[in-house]
């Protein structure tokens, strides 16, 4: 089975500031078909997940362009370019049915 | 858009089965490319995948919950169903149903519902 291990856990910053959460599968997720289906879920407090990410850099309908993906085969990060007040929530990376453990972004 | 709502009972007692019903609007449950999920989350905790059924009927679950679960579509009222048995309190948590496209591209879990609180407690 596939584990997720995200870092950090919790990661407190300051307005305006940029934020970096990475992501480590414990095997490459890189399909028979060519595509990695690496996502990312954004879960602000007392909210349904929404998802933000797709395919490791594809944003999502409506997503802002602060947020980006990146990365290959077993690592991959997501960053927040200027945080803003309304990011505060926990962060999922996602893939093959199994979610990591969440990173929780707070303002400084 | 689609829109989702899950309803069922809220407190379920040890031993007995947990039943969920997730209503689709927006679209129609047996469009090519769909499957509807189910995912959990016990209070302050991570999600947890419980499975999904395509829309072709093919379910997954997760393994292990595999022998406690049913998921299943009535396309006639446009919804798809949880069933899991011999509950204890460790399945006490937020429900949530979802949706997943796989077309020309693919999004998984693209909408959710709001999500329904059960508890398992005599």
């Known amino acids: 089975d596939i584990v997720m291990t995200q870092t950090p856990l919790s990661s407190p910053v300051t307005l305006g500031q940029p934020a970096s959460i990475s992501c480590r599968s414990s095997?490459?997720?890189?399909?028979?078909?060519?595509?990695?289906?690496l996502s990312w879920l954004q879960q602000r407090p007392g909210q349904p997940p929404r998802l933000l990410i797709y395919k490791i850099s594809n944003r999502f309908s409506g997503v802002p362009d602060r947020f980006s993906g990146s990365g290959a085969g077993t690592d991959f990060t997501l960053k927040i370019s200027r945080v803003e007040a309304e990011d505060v929530g926990v962060y999922y990376c996602m893939a093959e049915y199994t979610f990591g453990q969440g990173t929780k972004l707070e303002i400084k | 858009q689609l829109q989702l709502q899950e309803s069922g009972s809220g407190l379920v007692k040890p031993s007995q089965t947990l039943s969920l019903t997730c209503a689709v609007s927006g679209g129609s449950i047996s469009s090519g490319g769909y499957s509807w999920s189910w995912i959990r989350q016990p209070p302050g905790k991570g999600l947890e995948w419980i499975g999904y059924?395509?829309?072709?009927?093919?379910?997954y679950y997760n393994p292990s919950l595999k022998s406690r679960v049913t998921i299943s579509v009535d396309r006639s009222k446009n919804q798809f169903s949880l069933k899991l048995s011999s509950v204890t309190a460790a399945d006490t948590a937020v429900y949530y149903c979802?949706?997943?496209?796989?077309?020309?591209?693919?999004?998984?879990?693209?909408?959710w519902g709001q999500g329904t609180l059960v508890t398992v407690s005599s």
């Open positions: 979802a949706s997943s496209y796989c077309g020309g591209d693919c999004y998984p879990l693209d909408y």
């Open positions: 095997q490459s997720l890189v399909h028979s078909d060519g595509n990695t289906y």
């Open positions: 059924i395509y829309h072709s009927g093919s379910t």
